[in-house]
């Protein structure tokens, strides 16, 4: 956390603006709405979409007849889309839930529907290392019609998510873009500057500065009369560029 440290000057984090301008905690940011979250996650989800499942025997080996659930799992939706809905829960919860929907007359599931991990209410055992019961939106269902596909398992029955093992370094990046986007609004050093020749009364400087706020503002050109010339600067503050080596690490 050095880095955060020295850009905020010891504080434990950023003060942020919303949209509305009301302030907003870091805490209760989104962290999947982080660029390179995202990205990740899309990626992984467009990749499995893209496969074709297989069956196969207790050895590993593929069956020659592969059953109608592995080609249509949910036949609401296609295969592609059932996969990555089914990836991205993993992946934002750590979890997926399928239900069996249908079953042949040997008991055999045929279809299945995709039940967000937000409808799910897991009851475990006084150990904590088994599932007793289960309920989808607050109806109690067998858990033989309910499968969990874990992303890892670890210590608990239930699977978890790998950005919740990283959570702390996802706070601090999300701190730095949080801070990037208000940066330049509130506490970032302009890269331009108005000249004058001579030295400008108070007043007659507060009333050059007010029209050229307006003009920037209402995105409209601003004038400059006698001798006043704009010049602007390529170089970078010390806090943007801690900024931008924050986020780079990341």
């Given amino acids: 956390m050095g880095w955060l440290e020295s850009l ?26 982080i660029p390179m979250v995202q990205t990740c996650r899309q990626l992984v989800a467009d990749t499995v979409s893209s ?19 592995l080609e249509a799992p949910s036949p609401s939706e296609p295969l592609g889309d059932f996969l990555e809905r089914a990836v991205n829960d993993m992946t934002r ?41 289960l309920t989808v939106d607050g109806r109690r269902v067998s858990r033989r019609d309910m499968v969990q596909v874990p ?8 699977g978890a998510a790998p950005l ?25 050093t302009p890269n331009y500057a108005l000249l004058s020749p001579t030295r400008l009364p108070p007043a007659q400087a507060d009333a050059l500065m007010t ?10 050109p601003a004038l400059l009369t006698g001798d006043l ?15 931008s080596e924050a986020i780079n690490l990341f």
Avoid at 8 to 33: C, M, N, Y
Avoid at 229 to 243: D, I, K
């Fill in 8 to 33: 905020f000057g010891g504080s434990t984090g950023p003060t942020v603006r919303s949209l509305d301008r009301s302030d907003a905690a870091i805490a209760s940011s989104d962290l999947f709405a």
């Fill in 164 to 188: 919740e093992t990283i959570r702390p370094y996802l706070d601090s990046l999300q701190a730095a873009y949080l801070f990037a986007s208000t940066m330049f609004d509130s506490g970032a």
């Fill in 93 to 133: 919860f750590g979890r997926s839930w399928f239900q069996v929907t249908a079953r042949d007359n040997r008991e055999n599931p045929l279809a299945v529907e995709l039940v967000s991990p937000r409808r799910v209410v897991v009851t475990l055992t006084d150990n904590q290392q088994h599932i007793s019961s």
């Fill in 151 to 158: 992303l890892i398992l670890d210590d608990s029955p239930l």
């Fill in 229 to 243: 010339r704009m010049e602007t600067y390529s170089g970078q503050t010390a806090a943007e560029v801690q900024l």
């Fill in 211 to 220: 029209a050229w706020l307006e003009a920037r503002s209402n995105r409209r």
């Fill in 51 to 69: 496969f074709t499942l297989y069956a196969v025997d207790a050895d590993g080996e593929p069956l020659n007849n592969v059953p109608l659930i």
